[in-house]
């Protein structure tokens, strides 16, 4: 199986192909990663779960167009089709 590779997506996937097609255009929570796998759409890019509107989370940063995100300090960016994470 191929989990998704957005940290804090639960999702998993037959093939890799199917799980990168996911991570690119399904709705991920901005805090701790979650997808219902809903399309990602202008209006929904920016919200949170559900979970994390009633306890707190450690925020997850994101940057679509640079596709990084920083979550608790540590910066992921995806380098030759692969996340790569930094200290």
Known sequence: ???CPIL???IEFANKEQS?????????????????DREVTI???AT?????STIAHKCIRVNF????YVVA???????????????
Do not use: F, P, Q
């Open 65 to 68: 167009k640079k596709k990084a």
């Open 1 to 3: 199986m191929n989990k």
């Open 73 to 87: 300090g540590k910066l992921s960016i995806k380098e030759h089709g692969r996340w790569v994470h930094y200290e």
């Open 43 to 45: 209006h929904n890019i």
């Open 20 to 36: 990168e097609i996911h991570a690119a255009t399904s709705w991920h929570c901005i805090r701790c990663g979650y997808s219902d």
């Open 48 to 52: 949170t779960c559900d979970e994390c």
């Open 8 to 10: 804090g997506c639960r």
